[in-house]
């Protein structure tokens, strides 16, 4: 077996152990179940409010936003923080004293936020579809355009993730740096209430981020075509979708391989002992 | 030499204005222990830390198993062992489960001579670990976790291990068995090793040859027996005649006793013959080291 095969199989093997840890425990659970609440709340909410000039409950446009947002935050947060945390408390470092051991890492990161994210994707689905059974009449190719654009959604963010996740020196920062943008593009992004509601400049700049396309494209694939009239310019714009996620995927899939060798190889045991001096100040 | 492990020549360390090294030169021949000491801030992490490729140096020549550390590829990686000072990595991870994953790494960098990586649950047993294979790391105690951390810098079974602080919090059971551990890996797999700690009498103990690090430099390198007499060639002679008590200072204590006895015989009691401690080695060449740099900042 060559040494790369063997890698990508120990990186895969760690990814699924590293997701079922994730999935059994407890605190990482009730964070979940903490969200999965919190959306259905919203929907349940917003089932009786109509979308204006339309028939639809406002529901049914923002569950596949949901799950459109969700995928950026997952991507790009969660390697942020994951990234940080384990620089922090010496993770990474166990990786690059054994042979390939950085790559092994990697490959088991990208693994199981991917499981992690498509887990949840399928809860906040399962449950959105209790609440709102008219959307259950997605057929097989709606389900196609689901798989692509959150495959392409998590190729746009988790690289900016792990590029943050390298540049800042503690977790805190990460969260600081990943979750008050994200906060501010969902505002603006037509998740919780349509686009086209919003300033044209706004519009403008949400276009250029993933969450507005994400959102989108699983709208796209969960909807009945005629809401598409909703939308900006009344399509759904598959090409433009592919276009703005490719792009962010591509320029990330550039940008982050040096600067994590860059920050693989000022790893050492003393940057570590620093950090880890200064989180047992941050917690007294 | 044709064995050296380790070549360190002219080796220099800047952190902005401030040297930490200053010029450090030493090697290590195969199978040999050594025990790098030094006050704190005297660059010992610093120094490790460049041999295991984990910082890039200064200035200087520096040659780990024939191969520059800054640029030691995998291959070089693999026959290296690094045991770091762990702190909650890990923590859900069973620690067989851990072991057995870092271990599968180092597979393909086997060799006829070297079964890589080695049988974990041996090795569970060799740092007296196997009760807790089933735990999850976050359930260890600090000890505990510190042999999990010797036990994985030797799943690749390394031609050279390094060891930063070994024992540090350690009970004396435990750094017994670490001490067994270390004379079966230098005797039986000819490992050579390179260890920090802060304790003299594990230095002593363990090291083949002990080197001393201060400002910057090393000031000593020598067996504990060499250091000792290099600070002071004289060794103490206690003895009791008739209830009083003698003490007498002599380069040659062996010949000194033999006098005594030829001219008092039965009537020397009480004899104790001490020669300086490694403390005591150490606390003269540090102190030593001190006075020479405030008289040089005095000059100044």
């Known amino acids: 077996m060559s040494p790369t095969v063997h890698t990508a199989r120990l990186g895969l093997a760690r990814g699924w152990t590293e997701t079922r840890h994730s999935l059994t425990n407890p605190q990482d659970l009730g964070w979940n179940v903490f969200v999965v609440t919190v959306f259905v709340v919203v929907l349940l909410l917003q089932r009786n409010a109509r979308v204006d000039g339309s028939a639809l409950p406002l529901a049914m446009l923002t569950l596949p936003s949901i799950l459109g947002m969700w995928v950026a935050f997952a991507g790009y947060s969660g390697a942020a923080g994951t990234l940080a945390a384990e620089r922090e ?45 008219d959307l259950a009449t997605a057929g097989g190719s709606d389900w196609l355009v689901l798989l692509w654009v959150a495959t392409l959604g998590l190729l746009a963010t988790l690289p900016w993730g792990a590029v943050i996740g390298s540049l800042v020196r503690s977790p805190n920062s990460a969260f600081g740096l990943t979750m008050l943008p994200l906060i501010a593009l969902t505002a603006i992004s037509g998740i919780f209430y349509p686009i086209s509601a919003l300033p044209g400049w706004v519009q403008g700049v949400a276009q250029v981020f993933p969450i507005y396309w994400l959102g989108l494209g699983i709208r796209s694939a969960l909807l009945p075509d005629a809401a598409a009239v909703l939308e900006i310019s009344g399509s759904w714009r598959h090409l433009e979708t592919a276009a703005v996620l490719g792009a962010w995927a591509v320029a990330g899939l550039l940008v982050a391989p040096p600067v994590l060798r860059r920050m693989a190889r000022r790893e050492s045991g003393s940057t570590m002992e620093a950090r880890r001096q200064q989180h047992l100040q941050r917690t007294p | 030499m044709t064995d050296a492990v380790i070549d360190v020549r002219g080796l220099r360390m800047r952190y902005g204005a401030r040297d930490v090294l200053t010029g450090v030169d030493f090697h290590v021949c195969r199978g040999e222990v050594i025990t790098l000491l030094g006050p704190n801030g005297a660059g010992k992490t610093t120094t490790i830390e460049v041999l295991e490729g984990f910082r890039m140096r200064s200035a200087g020549e520096v040659s780990v198993l024939g191969v520059d550390p800054a640029r030691g590829d995998e291959r070089w990686r693999a026959r290296i062992g690094v045991v770091l000072q762990s702190w909650r990595d890990h923590g859900r991870w069973r620690v067989r489960d851990l072991l057995a994953h870092l271990g599968g790494y180092y597979a393909p960098y086997a060799t006829p001579e070297r ?23 976050a359930s260890l105690s600090g000890g505990q976790r510190r042999r999990l951390d010797v036990a994985v810098g030797l799943v690749g079974r390394p031609e050279l291990l390094f060891l930063d602080e070994p024992t540090a919090g350690f009970d004396p059971r435990s750094r017994r068995d670490f001490h067994d551990l270390v004379h079966r890996l230098s005797d039986l797999e000819d490992t ?22 201060a400002e910057g430099r090393i000031v000593a390198d020598g067996s504990a027996d060499q250091l000792a007499r290099r600070v002071s060639g004289q060794a ?26 030829a001219q008092y015989g039965d009537e020397v009691a009480d004899l104790e013959v001490r020669r300086a401690s490694l403390e005591d080695t150490y606390m003269a060449i540090a102190h030593r080291h001190e006075r020479a740099e405030l008289e040089e900042v005095s000059a100044r």
């Open chain 1, 89 to 133: 408390d010496g993770t990474l470092l166990r990786a690059k004293a054994v042979p390939q051991g950085m790559v092994g890492y990697l490959v088991g990161r990208i693994v199981s936020l991917s499981l992690i994210t498509l887990f949840m994707l399928v809860i906040i689905l399962v449950a959105g579809l209790l609440l709102l059974p």
């Open chain 2, 192 to 213: 050579t090793i390179l260890l920090t700690t802060h304790d003299l009498a594990e230095a002593e103990q363990l090291a083949d040859r002990i080197l001393i690090l």
């Open chain 2, 115 to 137: 079964a890589r990586p080695r049988d974990v649950d041996t090795l569970l047993e060799t740092v007296g670990l196997t009760e807790q294979a089933g735990q999850r790391l």
């Open chain 2, 236 to 261: 103490e002679v206690r003895w009791s005649r008739h209830g009083e008590r003698f003490v007498h200072a002599t380069p040659d204590a062996t010949g000194f006793v033999r006098e005594l006895f």
